[in-house]
């Protein structure tokens, strides 16, 4: 219990020392009125989510601290045909429980879609989206036949970003989560997994 205690404590500094990061790096970015009107190259933020797996059985749960930075494909490509295409690439550090704590932590790319398109009537407080994309992700535990510790890690999320009064938005978020080899090795016993996700830009 004490081994669990530890680490659970190294996870929540390990999140603070991240979104301190994230508030460096992102603070200057694109949600003061001026850049959002002429455009910005990057938004940035950082999100709390919460997993557990279903497959191949319900033994896995896990919290990550992930931190991300999301660029427009219409900023880098000057076409406004891309304008609800964007790229997120987010790193995250968490914790599995199963039912001793285990280190995990993940990179991935993804490609975000918003769904302006399929909701014409929506309200300006509210922009969903999907993203989809895939990486890498480490896990300090191995299910019998997951064969690896480091594996592709694909990913897909259907969620919503939640604009206040004043200041940056929030969203919210429900991930698919995916750990396997790609037959890397032999054993290859995958993870399947539903997340929970919300956070805010910065």
Same mark, same amino acid.
């Given at each position: 219990?004490?081994?669990?205690?530890?680490?659970?404590a190294?996870?929540?500094?390990?999140?603070?020392?991240?979104?301190?990061?994230?508030?460096?790096?992102?603070?200057?970015?694109?949600?003061?009125?001026?850049?959002?009107?002429?455009?910005?190259?990057?938004?940035?933020?950082?999100?709390?989510?919460?997993?557990? !797996?279903?497959?191949?059985? @319900?033994?896995?749960?896990? /919290?990550?601290?992930? +931190?991300?930075? %999301? $660029?427009? #494909?219409?900023?880098?490509?000057?076409?406004?045909?891309?304008?609800?295409?964007?790229?997120?690439?987010?790193?995250?550090?968490? !914790?599995?429980?199963?039912? @001793?704590?285990?280190?995990? /932590?993940?990179?991935? +790319?993804?490609? %975000? $879609?918003? #769904?302006?398109?399929?909701?014409?009537?929506?309200?300006?407080?509210?922009?969903?989206y999907?993203?989809?994309?895939?990486?890498?992700?480490?896990?300090?535990?191995?299910?019998?036949?997951?064969?690896?510790?480091?594996?592709?890690?694909?990913?897909?999320?259907?969620?919503?970003?939640?604009?206040?009064?004043?200041?940056?938005?929030?969203?919210?978020?429900?991930?698919?989560?995916h750990?396997?080899?790609?037959?890397?090795?032999?054993?290859?016993?995958?993870?399947?997994?539903?997340?929970?996700?919300?956070?805010?830009?910065?």
């Open positions: 219990m004490n081994g669990s205690r530890k680490r659970f190294n996870l929540i500094v390990t999140s603070v020392l991240l979104a301190v990061l994230a508030t460096i790096v992102g603070g200057r970015c694109g949600w003061c009125s001026e850049e959002k009107e002429s455009g910005t190259k990057g938004e940035y933020g950082m999100a709390l989510s919460y997993g557990h !797996s279903y497959r191949p059985m @319900d033994e896995v749960a896990f /919290a990550m601290a992930t +931190v991300f930075g %999301v $660029y427009s #494909l219409a900023d880098f490509f000057q076409t406004s045909a891309l304008k609800v295409c964007s790229v997120k690439v987010e790193a995250g550090v968490g !914790s599995a429980y199963m039912p @001793d704590a285990r280190f995990m /932590a993940s990179l991935n +790319v993804a490609a %975000v $879609y918003y #769904l302006d398109n399929l909701f014409p009537g929506r309200t300006k407080r509210f922009r969903p999907l993203d989809f994309g895939a990486g890498g992700i480490y896990t300090d535990f191995q299910v019998e036949g997951q064969g690896l510790r480091i594996n592709f890690n694909p990913i897909a999320s259907l969620g919503v970003e939640i604009m206040p009064d004043s200041g940056p938005p929030y969203f919210v978020a429900v991930r698919w989560h750990v396997s080899n790609c037959e890397i090795k032999a054993e290859n016993r995958g993870v399947n997994s539903l997340m929970f996700m919300m956070g805010r830009y910065f």
